[in-house]
């Protein structure tokens, strides 16, 4: 039986080396949970240590205030599909590299174009930047309905941020609450 188009994706990336950051991980983070028309799709920077050991998007400390938000908010993470910019890890966690995103954007772009969710929620400067194409800072984007491919994008801050600043949870929550207004509808 033939592939679908995003197992075929998946399947392409699992075997990918088009970026340097082939060279370096242990697996490819492809995007997880919800794939046929998810609520919302999260995309995030970059698999940090535990997602290349594990070969699952955010499932680190970043990871979890993700899974205790949605938990608050009644879903589960198999009621949203949570991806990342690049899907192999940057070394030391580093921001990926331009070149890196531009490589990986293809599977990025497959994945939201495959699983059509109906918000998608930019988490962090890295994803915004890159879904919306632009270098605008995190704070520029927050606050505003964005499109991407059709689709409505609210940009909000990382969870590794959240966890460094948590006094700006109450942000993440004002812009999530927005997402579940529309959703709402
Ligand atoms: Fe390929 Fe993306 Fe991994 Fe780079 S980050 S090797 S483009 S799957």
């Not at 399947?11 to 997880?32: I, K, P």
């Not at 920077?45 to 009644?74: H, I, S």
């Not at 605008?136 to 969870?159: E, K, N, Q, V």
Request: net charge positive.
């Amino acid at each position: 039986m033939a592939l679908s188009p995003l197992l075929q994706l998946r399947d392409e990336a699992l075997s990918c080396t088009s970026c340097r950051l082939h060279e370096t991980r242990t697996h490819v983070v492809f995007g997880v949970g919800l794939t046929d028309k998810p609520a919302i799709a999260f995309v995030g920077e970059a698999p940090g240590e535990n997602e290349d050991k594990q070969g699952e998007p955010f499932v680190g400390k970043a990871g979890q205030l993700l899974t205790q938000y949605l938990t608050k908010v009644g879903y589960t993470r198999e009621h949203v599909f949570i991806t990342n910019t690049v899907l192999c890890r940057p070394p030391r966690n580093r921001v990926p590299l331009l070149d890196e995103q531009r490589a990986c954007a293809r599977f990025l772009d497959g994945q939201l174009d495959e699983v059509m969710p109906r918000a998608i929620v930019a988490l962090g400067a890295t994803a915004a930047q890159a879904l919306l194409k632009t270098q605008d800072r995190i704070g520029a984007l927050r606050g505003s309905w964005w499109t991407w491919g059709g689709i409505p994008l609210r940009a909000t801050y990382h969870p590794s941020y959240l966890l460094r600043e948590p006094n700006k949870r109450v942000d993440f929550e004002a812009d999530m609450a927005a997402v579940l207004r529309l959703l709402a509808t």
